[in-house]
């Protein structure tokens, strides 16, 4: 008899367009029955969990397994993997784990493309390519956001009016038509400072373009992590491209009206996604991905230590949540709020049942009204997330 096997997702058992995300973890923690997750359709998946206990692991294993997937099926699909600590360009090389063969699985690198901002690329692996976000791809009241000003303030008429004046620009560009502009002296050269700021970041540029990450059946890395003190950066970037990609799946859901598949189906994984759960990055996430995103075929896994964070409407709107141990009340009350009814045990409760095994989660699925106890599976690519050691201590 076929050994029996869990489909997350969907409601069907058919084996084609899926994920291998692990085995169902039985109480004294040994594994079951193999767990896929479908990607036939596009989906909204929710990972939590305290620090240390397999988030970002868990995204790299669904990274690995779009990698997995025969041609055929992969070319459908761009992932786009927001990389907010810089771990997730390890996944070229190949795991040093060895107990692979008893999840049938062999140890390998994948193939990545790998993206970051102009000012890391010299530190950045080989073959990095530049991320440059297209200044026409943020609103007037993004600028403003950008660089915390009030959009009915003096500062933020001067910025928008000569945004809408330029039509397309370079950040200098911008700031020139400011300087010449008839606004008062105090509003030209503070918002001349706050845009020579802008340009250092070597972020934006009139000619950027998201095109790279659409190559149909690659995984793409972009390294926001160079941008570490300063969330707002990162932020906007993410808005600007949730958007931009938002659009044009939205146009190329029309054109497939006709058949054939200009641009690819979009999974999009943001770890740490709760630094984006205010802004113009949480409106785009929550509003175009989550809401409307089934239908232009735009998937979202968001990755998060701190559910409570993410709010009700996010996890409310994931159709699988997988949850890695949490231990603070406020996190556990989030998902218990959300809980959805075919959950017959408060989450706490499901949560006692994992211990503190990393990498075991608990995983809740829309599509059967079901949850499970599931031991997410190893890695076969390096995990960068690891902590360091400490040298020089005798463990003797
Ligand atoms: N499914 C798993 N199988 C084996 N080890 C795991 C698994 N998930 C996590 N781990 C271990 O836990 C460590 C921390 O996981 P990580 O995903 O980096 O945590 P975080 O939740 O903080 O993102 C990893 O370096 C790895 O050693
Ligand atoms: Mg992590």
Not at 60 to 82: D, H, K, M, S, Y
Not at 248 to 265: C, T
């Amino acid at each position: 008899m076929a050994e029996k096997q869990y489909l997350l997702g969907r409601p069907d058992d058919a084996r084609g367009g899926r994920l291998y995300i692990g085995r169902y973890m039985a109480l004294d923690g040994s594994a079951g029955a193999p767990v896929f997750l479908d990607v036939l359709r596009p989906h909204a998946v929710v990972v939590c969990g305290k620090r240390g206990y397999g988030k970002s692991y868990t995204m790299g294993v669904l990274a690995e397994e779009f990698a997995r997937l025969p041609l055929a099926v992969r070319r459908n699909f761009t992932v786009i993997v927001i990389d907010t600590m810089g771990i997730f360009g390890q996944m070229s090389e190949s795991t040093e784990q060895c107990d692979l063969a008893r999840w049938g699985l062999s140890a390998g690198g994948i193939r990545i493309k790998t993206f970051a901002p102009v000012p890391f690329l010299e530190r950045s692996q080989p073959g990095t390519a530049p991320f440059l976000v297209p200044t026409g791809s943020l609103s007037p009241y993004d600028y403003c956001e950008l660089l915390g000003i009030d959009p009915l303030s003096g500062h933020g008429a001067a910025l928008i009016g000569a945004i809408v004046r330029l039509g397309t620009f370079e950040i200098g560009q911008l700031s020139d038509a400011i300087a010449s502009s008839d606004a008062p002296p105090e509003v030209r050269s503070s918002l001349c400072g706050l845009l020579s700021m802008v340009s250092s970041w070597e972020l934006f540029s009139r000619d950027g373009s998201f095109a790279g990450l659409l190559e149909p059946g690659t995984i793409n890395v972009i390294d926001l992590s160079g941008y570490g003190h300063d969330p707002g950066i990162r932020s906007c970037a993410v808005a600007s491209l949730a958007r931009a990609l938002y659009d044009v799946r939205v146009r190329a859901r029309r054109d497939e009206a006709d058949g054939g598949r200009g641009v690819p189906l979009i999974w999009m994984m943001i770890d740490e996604a709760h630094m984006f759960a205010g802004g113009s990055a949480g409106q785009a996430l929550i509003n175009e991905w989550l809401r409307q995103g089934r239908q232009p075929g735009l998937s979202l896994v968001l990755a998060t230590q701190r559910p409570s964070a993410l709010g009700y409407d996010v996890l409310s709107q994931a159709d699988v949540l997988i949850s890695h141990r949490l231990t603070l009340r406020d996190d556990i009350e989030a998902l218990e709020r959300a809980r959805p009814i075919y959950v017959k045990e408060p989450i706490k409760e499901a949560m006692a049942r994992l211990g503190t095994t990393k990498g075991a989660a608990i995983v809740l699925d829309d599509a059967t009204e079901s949850y499970h106890i599931v031991r997410i599976r190893p890695r076969t690519s390096a995990h960068g997330g690891g902590e360091p050691e400490v040298y020089g201590v005798d463990s003797g």
